[in-house]
């Protein structure tokens, strides 16, 4: 209800944020990335009906990061690569969801 609306309200500020978050690597830990895929499964969770308008936007960022995890030669651990890919994977479970299908598309 309440916070629904007002994560809607802050929808494009919050994306920018969140999306600018996947796109780097900050470390074997990985904690910026990890909150922000946390911050986006609530993201979704609260604002669904505002999600399948910003399904290319948001499909594009998760699908390049885990490109990007899948792909990283550096020294991340592996518990914290799966922990990305699960995080993501969360994501796209719940974008699909709200979409009526339209990720597995």
Known sequence: GRLGILVARHLKRLERVVLGYLELCDGPEEEA???ALETL???IEHAWPRMPCRLPV??????KMIWDVHTDQS???EPVKAALLRGATDCLIL???CSEGQVKV
């Open 41 to 43: 499964r609530c993201t």
């Open 75 to 77: 020294s991340t651990p």
């Open 33 to 35: 990335r990890l909150g």
């Open 58 to 63: 948001l499909l594009k960022a998760l699908l």
């Open 95 to 97: 974008l699909d969801h």
